[in-house]
């Protein structure tokens, strides 16, 4: 019996500013994983400039191998002479290989101003909660986890 696969995916080689161009119009979060070398610097550039293909997009997931190309790349999305300006809203590293001395790096980047009245992180995208800031993300994920508590079946209780 054949089942529905129920998150379809398809992979399609391209190159770095080949896939922001198909997949980057109307994207909210963009997942990039560079090589050691970073960031594509047509991406960098795409995502600093004021275009409005890009404008949707919100978030950047940056998972980084090279802390030299995070450091320049951060270096360049943080810079707002001129151009888009992005926040590091969260930062972290983990040890994929015990017993290396490799770190990956994952960055969160939330963007602080967007084209032609576009919604900031600080305009209306994050709420006030009960004395914490809370994204939009955070909230969906409470969400789903309270909608989940709800959907488990409880357990007959015996005497």
Same mark, same amino acid.
Do not use: M
């Given at each position: ?12 080689? @391209? ?39 890009? &404008? ?12 030299? &190309? ?7 999305? @943080? ?23 490799? @770190?990956?790096?994952? &960055? ?52």
């Amino acid at each position: 019996k054949k089942t529905k696969n129920p998150c379809p995916a398809s992979f399609v080689a @391209l190159a770095a500013a080949d896939a922001l161009e198909v997949d980057g119009p109307g994207a909210d979060v963009l997942i990039v994983d560079p090589p050691r070398k970073g960031l594509d610097p047509d991406v960098l550039d795409a995502l600093r400039q004021d275009d409005d293909r890009y &404008a949707s997009i919100r978030r950047i997931c940056y998972v980084s191998c090279g802390f030299d &190309a995070l450091e320049r790349d951060l270096d360049a999305l @943080l810079d707002d002479k001129n151009h888009q300006s992005w926040a590091l809203t969260h930062a972290e590293g983990h040890v994929f290989f015990p017993g290396s001395d490799h @770190l990956e790096t994952l &960055a969160i980047f939330d963007r602080v101003g967007g084209p032609k009245g576009a919604p900031t992180t600080t305009q209306g995208r994050k709420k006030k909660n009960k004395g914490t800031t809370t994204t939009n993300y955070q909230q969906q994920q409470q969400q789903q986890q309270q909608q989940q508590k709800r959907r488990r079946p409880r357990r007959p209780q015996t005497a």
